[in-house]
């Protein structure tokens, strides 16, 4: 009985510590900090406040309203316009013209350089959240 017992707390330290970095590895940083995160239910949070929501239809919502859609093809929209798309490749694109990329570890790049890091979120919520909640 006791060997039951000690490998159902091995099993629940096990998941208690999966948990906790599945938690984490949806931060987003800038600059080495984290500055947002993306919860497993799409709620996109900055500074530790709620200010958006990835819906799993593709809508974003921010401050409760919808603002804008992510499509399935990549094509990012905001207020019914085309403004971006993220590529299957993890290229950024504003307005036609690649102005980042969603590397495939999470780092996020800037015109060649590292400006952050999105390991554990999708490309695609990765850069519409530069799109709806870092650029206004």
């Not at 799993?56 to 094509?75: A, C, F, H, Y």
């Not at 800037?110 to 850069?127: L, W």
């Amino acid at each position: 009985m006791k060997k039951g017992l000690f490998l159902s707390f091995v099993f629940l330290f096990a998941v208690m510590v999966l948990n906790t970095n599945q938690a984490t590895a949806q931060d987003l940083r800038k600059n080495g900090s984290i500055v947002g995160k993306v919860e497993s239910n799409g709620d996109v949070r900055i500074n530790g406040s709620i200010v958006g929501k990835f819906e799993s239809n593709g809508d974003v919502r921010k401050s409760g309203s919808i603002v804008g859609k992510i499509e399935s093809n990549g094509d990012i929209r905001k207020s019914g316009s085309i403004v971006g798309k993220i590529e299957s490749n993890g290229d950024v694109r504003k307005n036609g013209s690649i102005v980042g990329k969603i590397e495939s570890n999470g780092d996020v790049r800037k015109n060649g350089s590292i400006i952050g890091s999105a390991q554990g979120v999708k490309k695609e919520y990765a850069a519409a959240a530069f799109f709806f909640f870092f650029i206004d």
